[in-house]
């Protein structure tokens, strides 16, 4: 596609159960970020994937979250056993890398009751 | 310290003034620079970038980047209501192996 594609676009769940948000990058990217951003604050660095790199991990705020790219391509973020706190909007970002500029998916606003 | 740090705001401004957005860096090696816009429930979109110290003009848009004293500021002249949102912030440092690091944002609010 053209752009940075992310599914589900809403994602309501239960407490305590798990979820899967997936991001198609722009193709070719070799760069790819998730943020989280919950209402009205910042972006919240997540992880970051580049090329056949090691992940940067580092923005990961618990074990519950883990997130993996298959082929250098699509990504998933998982998020089990879900707490209210996880509610947010997760945002995927793709990059060609070397510094350059980030293009975001439209993100998926998840909602955990 | 913040890697990239930004004033939260809000910062006001009324309609046709010149807005100025600022955001300082704390890697002297960082080489590229980015502002995006986030308007409320929508996704950031990139409105400039600057690699250079001085000054990037595209229409109503001036980025300005001065290496030395770790600052890269955005000026919006002529700013319009449409021009309210939230700015972030973005710098490529170097240690980081070229991942992005992003400002809290500023919220800028132009009064009509």
């Known amino acids: 596609g053209a752009g940075v594609s992310q599914s589900p676009s809403n994602k309501v769940t239960e407490k305590g159960k798990d979820v899967e948000l997936r991001c198609d990058p722009i193709s070719g990217h070799t760069a790819l970020y998730w943020y989280r951003q919950s209402l009205g604050q910042g972006l919240e660095f997540l992880i970051y994937f580049q090329g056949n790199s090691a992940p940067d991990k580092s923005g990961l705020p618990s074990d519950r979250f883990s997130a993996e790219r298959t082929g250098g391509s699509v990504s998933t973020l998982t998020i089990q056993r879900t707490q209210q706190e996880d509610s947010a909007v997760y945002l995927c970002?793709?990059?060609?890398?070397?510094?350059?500029?980030?293009?975001f998916g439209q993100g998926t606003r998840l909602t955990v009751v | 310290q913040k890697e990239v740090e930004q004033n939260s705001g809000p910062l006001s401004v009324p309609e046709g003034a010149i807005a100025s957005l600022n955001c300082t860096y704390s890697?002297?090696?960082?080489?590229?620079f980015f502002w995006y816009r986030q308007y409320s429930g929508k996704s950031p979109e990139l409105i400039m970038f600057?690699?250079?110290?001085g000054d990037k003009e595209d229409g109503r848009f001036t980025a300005q980047l001065n290496k030395a004293s770790q600052y890269v500021s955005l000026l919006i002249r002529d700013s319009q209501p449409s021009d309210s949102a939230t700015y972030l912030c973005a710098v490529d440092p170097s240690e980081y192996g070229n991942k992005l690091v992003f400002g809290a944002g500023t919220i800028l609010r132009v009064k009509s």
């Open positions: 890697d002297r090696g960082s080489q590229s």
């Open positions: 600057i690699y250079s110290n």
């Open positions: 970002a793709s990059s060609a890398g070397g510094g350059r500029d980030a293009f």
